[in-house]
């Protein structure tokens, strides 16, 4: 496999993200008239400590809940675009001149990189795309140069050959999210365009955020926290194992305290953190405002949070779904996908790699 972050598309394959709860997978295909189809996706939980801060720690158990992902996909594709996570990856926006050739480019790279990769060059992959003209030079492009330790490329592509699939591409979270807020972007009004919109990702450990203004990427942060401590209060509090818990989060029983004395508190404590980010966003760049919030992750699946994080910092807020203007295959439930949806940005962002419209 070539490590290839920036290929525009490939041969049909499946998005494949492995999070630090579960292996989710999306497989998409065209749909006519320049939209996709969702023709399937599937999520398999994984024990804790399977990935600890992004690596690869339980091989087996890892290859296990690839395969049973897989199984539950119901798919023939055995290709498989993977992601690194964005904390495992190094890249930097260089300068170069518009009239180097290709090699010229490669080498020049290789300089670049020398100069502020932790790790010697024969340790690490590394790839780069031209993103467009400098701002201020009409003789230069801004490159994008990406590089990650082969070694942490090389544990991922393992566990994907252990449950028996072909890794074609090797991407990186945060790209495969942008790529997959281009179809978020048409739920917001006049399609994003001229707007600055943060999408806070609320998974079980990592809130990610990334801010896009006139549908451009333009700020990314990452910080802990997550549905995780929600988990932990359920055990703690009403006696139950990590797996009872995931389930009552999910599927409800919990005694009638939990509403007003759990749960609310931490949508409180969600609506604080997404305040607080912004708050960081504003003060730390040139943007002074946002306009739309974007929810995604796990956590986006508690009933109202909208509401709750609208209410507190005065900005229109909805709940991701970048499947919201696709066809769906007929063996999907639509109210489910809605639920889903919001978790599987990464997954989705990937698949769209193998799609050409
Ligand atoms: N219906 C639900 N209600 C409340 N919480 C939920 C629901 N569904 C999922 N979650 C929570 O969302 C979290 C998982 O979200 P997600 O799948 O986005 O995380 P992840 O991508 O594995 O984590 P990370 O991004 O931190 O690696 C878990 O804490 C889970 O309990
Ligand atoms: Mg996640």
């Avoid at 926006?93 to 050739?101: G, H, N, R």
Wanted: one cysteine or more.
């Amino acid at each position: 496999m070539k490590f290839d972050f920036f290929t525009e598309k490939t041969p049909p394959l499946i998005g494949v993200d492995i999070s630090s709860t579960a292996v989710k997978m999306v497989e998409l295909a065209e749909g006519g008239r320049g939209s996709y189809k969702l023709q399937a996706y599937s999520i398999a939980p994984l024990p804790k400590d399977a990935i600890v801060d992004g690596n690869v720690v339980e091989l087996e158990n890892l290859i296990d809940a690839v395969k049973l992902a897989w199984k539950l996909l119901g798919s023939r594709e055995k290709r498989v675009a993977l992601a690194l996570p964005t904390a495992s990856v190094i890249s930097k926006k260089v300068l170069m001149s518009k009239s180097l050739t290709e090699t010229e480019m490669e080498n020049q790279v290789e300089l670049e990189a020398n100069q502020y990769i932790p790790f010697s060059l024969d340790e690490v992959n590394i790839d780069f795309q031209t993103i467009g003209d400098a701002l201020n030079n009409p003789d230069e492009v801004e490159v994008l140069i990406a590089a990650a330790r082969k070694e942490k490329i090389e544990d991922r592509i393992a566990v994907a050959e252990g449950a028996g699939l072909k890794v074609t591409v090797m991407d990186v979270d945060t790209y495969a999210t942008d790529a997959a807020y281009t179809l978020i972007a048409s739920q917001l009004p006049n399609g994003g365009s001229d707007q600055t919109v943060m999408v806070a990702d609320i998974g079980a450990f990592m809130m990610h955020i990334h801010v896009f203004h006139d549908n451009k990427a333009v700020f990314t942060r990452e910080q802990s926290f997550g549905g995780g401590s929600l988990t932990q209060e359920i055990q703690r509090r009403f006696g139950l194992s990590v797996e009872e818990a995931e389930i009552a989060k999910r599927k409800g029983g919990l005694p009638e305290s939990y509403e007003s004395e759990v749960l609310q508190p931490f949508l409180q404590m969600i609506a604080t953190e997404v305040a607080r980010a912004l708050q960081f966003f504003t003060t730390s760049t040139q943007y002074n405002r946002v306009d739309h919030i974007v929810l995604a992750g796990g956590c986006s699946a508690i009933p109202a949070i909208e509401t709750m994080v609208q209410e507190r910092t005065q900005v229109h807020a909805i709940v991701a779904n970048p499947f919201h203007q696709m066809t769906l295959n007929a063996k999907l439930k639509p109210q489910q996908v809605v639920i889903d949806a919001p978790t599987l940005l990464i997954a989705c962002g990937l698949a769209m790699r193998g799609v050409t419209l």
